[in-house]
């Protein structure tokens, strides 16, 4: 059963493909939302904002698309559905209120040292974002941060902003299950983006949670037991880590999206990216997981599973994970 309904679902892959410039795809996914009942000023809505994630050149081509789509539908005889036009906005300047929608949004306020050195992002992310933007009420708070989610999922080289938007969407009503889905949706249609896995997400990998700090999620790949190789995709959400652990016959881990580490026990932590082989020996104590700032995924292949078992072991506590993972 999806998490998401199937408005959100058109939203997701119209803000992925807006994100990744590809205009065939999006002009699929422009049409199927309408086709869902979006309206017309709730799917512009979303294309403007995304400007302020993507840059003007993606949001332009996606409403100059999105324009030349309702005009093909008017000309067959397809009446879409205007929908509501945003109100005033608040009384007062847009740097207040949009300082108080931050707040909101976010939970907390929001300072920190590159807005002291850059004080001008700082104004306009207030102003014009939070505000100007954010204030427009035709679109709730959660279906933008659903928006936002999905073209930061689709873009390389934004993990912190994207993690951030993770905890605001959470904060705005998103579930773990939807951010599941989103990212998955934005991975199954995956191209050469290094932070994300072409492979499933699959579950919240519930039955070995309490050996995780943080979330994981986990998808099983191979099928057929005769082939006796049993492969998992295995995707952490930054920050997450499991335990120290071995295997009496051993691992292999192959990443496949985003940032991560892996480390024996007495030697220095080993960073992962897509592309990276680990050949884990048996009966060897490690741990491996996803960076402070980045998801991660990798394939776990068992070796020798007939007889190959874990030991799991003691967690791998914050003050060890941030000296394995600082400066590397």
Same mark, same amino acid.
């Given at each position: ?47 403007? /904002? ?200 051993? /691992? ?77």
């Amino acid at each position: 059963m999806n998490a998401l309904n199937t408005k959100e679902q058109k939203i997701v892959a119209i803000g992925m493909y807006t994100a990744r410039g590809d205009m065939p795809n999006l002009k699929t996914a422009l049409a199927a939302g309408l086709d869902a009942g979006l309206t017309v000023n709730e799917i512009k809505e979303v294309l403007t /904002q995304l400007y302020a994630y993507c840059g003007f050149p993606r949001s332009l081509n996606a409403l100059g698309n999105f324009m030349l789509l309702l005009k093909e539908r008017e000309a067959k005889g397809v009446k879409d559905a205007q929908g509501r036009l945003p109100g005033p906005l608040p009384a007062g300047k847009s740097i207040d209120f949009g300082t108080a929608n931050q707040t909101k949004l976010t939970g907390h306020s929001v300072q920190g040292a590159l807005f002291e050195f850059a004080p001008a992002i700082d104004e306009y992310l207030k102003a014009h974002l939070f505000g100007d933007i954010f204030g427009r009420d035709n679109l709730d708070w959660k279906t933008r941060e659903i928006a936002t989610i999905a073209a930061l999922a689709a873009m390389p080289g934004v993990e912190s902003q994207l993690n951030s938007h993770i905890n605001i969407g959470k904060h705005n009503g998103v579930t773990d299950a939807q951010i599941s889905e989103i990212l998955a949706t934005v991975q199954g249609n995956a191209f050469s983006v290094p932070y994300i896995s072409a492979f499933p997400v699959g579950q919240e990998n519930s039955a070995y949670a309490k050996y995780f700090s943080g979330k994981s999620y986990l998808a099983r790949l191979t099928k057929d037991n005769r082939l006796n190789v049993p492969v998992a995709n295995v995707t952490f959400e930054p920050g997450c880590r499991n335990n120290w652990h071995s295997h009496t016959g051993g /691992q292999m881990l192959i990443a496949v999206g985003g940032v991560g580490y892996y480390q024996e026990r007495g030697k220095a932590a080993r960073k992962l990216v897509p592309g990276d082989v680990v050949e884990i020996p048996p009966n060897v104590d490690h741990w491996h997981g996803a960076a402070p700032d980045s998801w991660f995924s990798h394939l776990a292949i068992e070796c020798n599973p007939a007889t190959n078992k874990n030991t799991w072991l003691e967690p791998v506590d914050d003050a060890a994970y941030q000296a394995a993972t600082e400066s590397k």
